[in-house]
Antibody, heavy 116, light 111 residues
Framework: QVQLQESGPGLVKPSETLSLICTVS????????WSWIRQPAGKGLEWIGR????NYNPSLKSRVTMSVDTSKNQFSLKLNSVTAADTAVYYC?????????????WGQGTLVTVSS | QSVLTQPPSVSGAPGQGVTISCTGR?????????VHWYQQLPGTAPKLLIY???NRPSGVPDRFSGSKSGTSASLAITGLQAEDEADYYC???????????FGTGTKVTVL
């Protein structure tokens, strides 16, 4: 059974780069696609993008970089020039790919706060 | 950036049923893209509840059902139980945004 775990700094200063890693266990990272999704406190979900591709949310595309490290079974998210609006719980999730894609399973999420 | 609209809240007594709507447009649900539903219990990550408009993953009770018609989709919960109190989100693909979109979310309260 595939499980995902996010890790990274919980506090990032404005204008700096947010960096998160998602570690996949119970399956090979090469077998699927993987996405990042975020949720500001008390608000809804926002898809950020798919690792291993340039398929990103257009509203965030200019600030996002994603990559996959198959040797470590990990994928990562970098979001640069962050502001307080980027404060959110960040989730990683398995992504089946294609237009009909759904996300399952999800990691437990990690809170990232942007503040000086 | 939610382009899928859901009612903010719905409620029902234990044992009753509720329905949550998810209204999209011609570039997402209306274009034929599948709708999926997630349940988010307080303080936890979302969990897949319905995929491909009406399919339940293994382990999801048959009290939960999904449907789609035109530019809208619906999630029905029958026989409400206390543990169904959660936030529910729909999700689809939007061709004009070239990405996946989520609904605004609906809080279900069991009275």
């Amino acid at each position: 059974q595939v499980q995902l775990q996010e890790s990274g700094p919980g506090l990032v200063k404005p204008s700096e780069t947010l960096s998160l890693i998602c570690t996949v266990s119970g399956g090979s990272i090469s077998s699927y696609y993987w996405s990042w999704i975020r949720q500001p406190a008390g608000k809804g979900l926002e898809w950020i993008g798919r690792s291993g591709s340039t398929n990103y949310n257009p509203s965030l595309k200019s600030r996002v970089t994603m990559s996959v490290d198959t040797s470590k079974n990990q994928f990562s998210l970098k979001l640069n020039s962050v502001t307080a609006a980027d404060t959110a719980v960040y989730y990683c999730a398995r992504d089946l790919g294609g237009y009909e894609n759904w996300f399952d399973p999800w990691g437990q999420g990690t809170l990232v706060t942007v503040s000086s | 950036q939610s382009v899928l609209t859901q009612p903010p809240s719905v409620s029902g007594a234990p044992g009753q049923g509720v329905t949550i709507s998810c209204t999209g447009r011609s570039s997402n649900i209306g274009a034929g893209y599948a709708v999926h539903w997630y349940q988010q219990l307080p303080g936890t990550a979302p969990k897949l509840l319905i995929y491909g408009n009406s399919n339940r993953p293994s382990g999801v009770p048959d009290r939960f059902s999904g449907s789609k018609s035109g530019t809208s989709a619906s999630l029905a919960i029958t026989g409400l139980q206390a543990e169904d109190e959660a936030d529910y989100y729909c999700q689809s693909y939007d061709s004009s945004l070239s990405g996946y979109v989520f609904g605004t979310g609906t809080k279900v309260t069991v009275l």
